[in-house]
Every structure is written in C-alpha cells, then in structure tokens.
C-alpha cells in the first residue's frame, strides 16, 4: 500500500467528502459517507492519510492537482489546513517524517523473529551431517530427513495459532510467549544426546518461528506509515534472509571443529532472549488496543508511535472505522464461500507457488549440491547463495513502492525458470560437464538472486493488503499453513527424489512450476500498490 498523493481542506470551505481513505501506519481502514466532520476534527488538526476521491462544490479533482502540480504540494495544503499560514511556506511531510523515524526501532524488534525464523530454516545446511555423525545416523536419511522437516512440522502448528494468540493476547504480549518456545527448542537442540532430543527441540523452534511467521509481518503492517509500508514489509523478508546468511556464515568453523554444530544451534537463544526482553518495552498495537476497547491505552501506544500531534487524528480515524466496520469476524467456513474463496486461494496458491518453485530445497541442500557438482568450498559456496538473497531482498525493497507487486512476482518466476532450467541443463549436457561447477554456482545464485526480487518479500507483504480484516487473521494462517505443509514435504522428500529421479530431473521440475507461476500470476493476481483494500476486493471479486 503507497502512500497517496490525497490531501484535505479543513475549514469554512465545507468540502464534502464522501470516499474512501487511508491510516497511516494502520493498514486499510475503510469507511464510507463521512460527513466532514467525522473526517477531521474541528479543532485545529491535519487530516494528514486521506484519500479524496471526490470534492464538493464544483472542484474537479483532476483540476486541482494540475493546480498544485505534485505530491508534496499536496501535503503542504494538509498542514496549510490546520495552520492558517500561506501555503508555499509550509514544510511537506513534516509528522510522516517523524512517524517514519519513530517506528523503526519496533520494527527492528519484531524483525528478531524474522532473523530466528531464517537462521533456523538455514543453520541445519551445513550442520545436518556433522550432527548426524554426533548422533548416530550418518546412514539413515530418513531420520536425517525428520530433523530437517520437523521445523517444518512445528511451523504448521505455530502459523495456524499465531493469529488467534495475537487477538487474544495482543501482538507484543504474543511475541514474547513465542520466545518461549524459540528458546527451549533452541537449547534442546544445542545440548541434544540422541537424535530424539533432537527432532523435540526442532519441533519446539518450528512452532515458535510459525508464530513469527504470522505475527512479524502483521504488527508490522499495523505500525509503519503508508508512505513506507512496502519498503517495511519487505523488511521482514530481509531479515529472513539475514538470517539465512548468519546460519551459513556461522557453518564456517564447521570443516575444523566437527562439534561446533552445537554452537551453531545455541547461538539461536541470543536473539530469542532479546525478541521477548525487547516486546516487552515495545508499545501494544493501537489497531489492537482500540478494538479491545482499550482506548486510554490507544492513545498512549499512537503517541509514542507517531507523537502526541496525531492522536486526535488516529483516533478519529479508528472510530471512523469502527461506525464502518458492522459485520462480525469471520469463521473458518466463511473462508470458501464465494464471497472470499478468490481472494483467498490467490494467497495460498502464492505460498504454494513459492514453495513448490524449489526455494527452500535450495537453501536446506545447497551444500549437497555444491559438493556434487565438485566445488570444493561447499560451505562457502552456501554462504554466498544466503549473500545473494540477502542483497536480492535489498534491491526488491527499494522498488516495492515503485515497480509494484505483481510486476515483481512475473519478473522473479521468469528468473527462477531460467536459471533452474540452467541447473539442470549443467548436470545433464555432456557439453557442460567441465563447467558443471561453475554453472551450479552460477544458476543457484541467479535463482536466489530471482527469488528475492520478488517470489520471497510479495506474498507475505500481499497478504494484509488483499485480506479484509473480517477475514485477514484466519486467512493469514490458512495461507501461510499452505507455505509450511508444501515446505514440509518438500524438505522431507528433497533427497529422496533427487536419488531416485536425478537433481537434473528435480530441477526441470522446478523450472515447470516457475512457469506455472507466471502463467497463475498473469491471470489472477492484481496489482495492490497505490490501491484501496476497496478497489482489490472488486478486482478479485467483483460480485462483491
């Protein structure tokens, strides 16, 4: 979600506004036939978020913006509104800066859980098989398979509970019952004696960073100002990513110090302990508070958030939404009616799509990969593909607010198909077998450098975009349950079937399912960036 270039006047002028606008920092909030005074206040305050699509009194909209000419002009009229001083004299942007630089420390704490939710999809690469000789099953694959895959497992669990526990509990309060788990499974895995241990301690960190996986992208939409809310929601990716990177990075001692997979694990309870020590100072989400009835508690967590100047406006805004709102949550079943089942399935067929596109097998057995194909560096080599992802996701979050979403996911998944059908085609071409090395060092970084343009940050970052929030929590876990479970599979079965079909063979097969993508993508997702949460329902159902 952008933020616009709308403005509003305040004053004796009794402009009749009669459309749609936007909360800053909240996420859409939708309301419809506000007479002007529930817009703005009449006392002295901007009515700094909202979206004009109609103004009274014979004043074209289209003539007014040709009048102004751009963007910040637009919100130098804004505060012009509230102030009475002369227009051109009025500094554009002035809260939206403040707001901007205020939330990032919050943002900085929830994306903890995005850096545990990847250093434990990635520290089990290079560790799997010097833990699997610590532990005895250096010959089973099968069992290597369920100490890999029952991360997964517990993610399932934790990414259908992690919205229900944050609208009962709150977002903050959720965040630090998640480092519960993160931090028990963390130390079971560190000091784990069998392979038992092992796979409870796997399971207890999957559940934690499936409750990351739903709450870290939520209270972050909730937080940030629309202006950044695309470049913050691809933050989130970002640290996955980081952490990916760290988990690779900290392989490294690995080749010397065989037990230094025990360290690898345990260095996941830093960032579990800070996750939950830095909530607990973290303000409460003000969406949350208000519609917990909190409203004393609202105002407190919007001051802190965006200063005591909006408030009053913020405030305004949530009770607007709520005179608007009528309806109650929706249940499980209300998810395939034909109201919501297109908005929906396009979000789990994303995270479907994402999985079965062959990301995640990448980064569990890169190191396999790179070994077969003779590189000798294989932990280094693994590191590099976290490196790509990591300044991938970099690149993709400074065009979020600009390219648009489903330019980005069309442009990714062609990338992905390339460079998969390039994998496959240095292990098979008889005519590539010198270069093999090369190539599969080459292809897997193109492929991760594809995927983190757009297939990794746009699902998640779709998501509150494209979900009323009738629906929004449990349409979350039902996507996001669809990204665990096909991750699930593919990381218990990855093995298996590159012994049996070939890595060639899987890797054609990836390559199909990018294609796929890009064919689903063209024909059924929409572009969300600079669109109200009105405007994507009717593009995705317009029986609506």
Not at 129 to 156: F, H, K, R
Not at 473 to 493: C, D, Q, R
């Amino acid at each position: 979600m952008q933020a616009s270039s709308a403005f509003a006047v305040k004053g004796g002028l009794g402009f009749d506004i009669v459309q749609r606008r936007r909360l800053r920092g909240f996420g859409e909030l939708r309301t419809r036939g506000l007479a002007p005074t529930d817009r703005c206040m009449t006392e002295k305050r901007s009515c700094f978020g909202l979206s004009l699509n109609s103004i009274s009194m014979g004043i074209e909209l289209g003539q007014v913006r040709n009048g102004l000419g751009s963007s910040a002009k637009y919100r130098s009229i804004k505060a012009q509104a509230s102030t009475g001083g002369d227009i051109e004299n009025v500094e554009p942007a002035k809260f939206e800066k403040k707001s901007s630089a205020s939330v990032l420390p919050y943002v900085g704490v929830a994306c903890l859980g995005a850096i545990l939710f990847g250093y434990h999809l990635g520290v089990v690469n290079g560790a799997l098989e010097y833990l699997a000789a610590d532990l005895g099953i250096a010959e089973n694959t099968v069992l290597q398979g369920w100490v890999v895959s029952t991360l997964l497992a517990g993610a399932t669990i934790g990414s259908f509970t992690g919205g229900s526990l944050a609208d009962k509990f709150g977002r903050t309060k959720t965040f630090i019952l998640d480092a519960i788990p993160l931090a028990v499974g963390a130390f079971l895995c560190t000091t784990a004696q069998n392979v038992q241990t092992m796979i409870v301690g796997r399971l207890l960190a999957g559940i934690g960073i499936g409750i990351s996986s739903a709450i870290v992208p939520l209270y972050i939409s909730e937080i940030s100002p629309t202006e950044i809310r695309g470049t913050l929601g691809s933050v989130n990716q970002l640290f996955i990513c980081i952490g990916i990177l760290a988990a690779l990075v900290a392989g490294l001692p690995l080749a010397g110090n065989p037990i230094w997979w025990r360290t690898m694990f345990g260095i996941s309870l830093i960032p579990s302990v800070l996750l939950a020590l830095g909530m607990a100072f973290s303000p409460e989400s003000p969406r949350w508070l208000f519609q917990q009835g909190k409203i004393a508690e609202a105002e407190i967590s919007i001051k802190r958030l965006f200063g005591k100047e909006r408030v009053v406006e913020v405030m305004a805004d949530l009770n607007a939404a709520a005179r608007g709102t009528s309806e109650p949550e929706a249940g499980w079943f209300d998810l395939f009616s034909s109201r919501y089942w297109k908005v929906v399935s396009v979000g789990a067929a994303l995270f479907l799509l994402q999985q079965l596109a062959g990301i995640n097998a990448v980064v569990y057995y890169s190191t396999s990969v790179f070994r077969s194909a003779g590189i000798t560096s294989d932990v280094a080599a693994s590191a590099l593909v976290g490196a790509s992802n990591v300044f991938g996701t970099t690149v993709a979050s400074s065009l979020m607010d600009k390219q648009g979403r489903k330019s980005l996911l069309l442009i990714s998944f062609s990338g992905m198909a390339a460079s998969m059908l390039l994998l496959s085609l240095s292990f098979t071409w008889n005519v590539l077998a010198p270069y093999s090395g090369t190539l599969a060092v080459i292809g897997t970084v193109l492929y991760v450098l594809s995927f983190s343009l757009g297939a990794g940050p746009v699902p998640a970052l779709l998501l509150p975009e494209i979900f009323a929030s009738r629906i929004r929590a449990k349409a979350v876990a039902l996507s996001l349950g669809m990204h665990w479970i096909s991750n699930f599979v593919i990381g218990l079965y990855f093995l298996s079937f590159v012994n049996k079909y070939g890595i060639s063979t899987v890797y054609l097969g990836f390559a199909s399912v990018c294609l796929l993508a890009v064919l689903y993508i063209a024909g059924n997702v929409v572009e969300t960036k600079g669109r109200s949460l009105e405007e994507i329902e009717r593009a995705l159902n317009p029986a609506i």
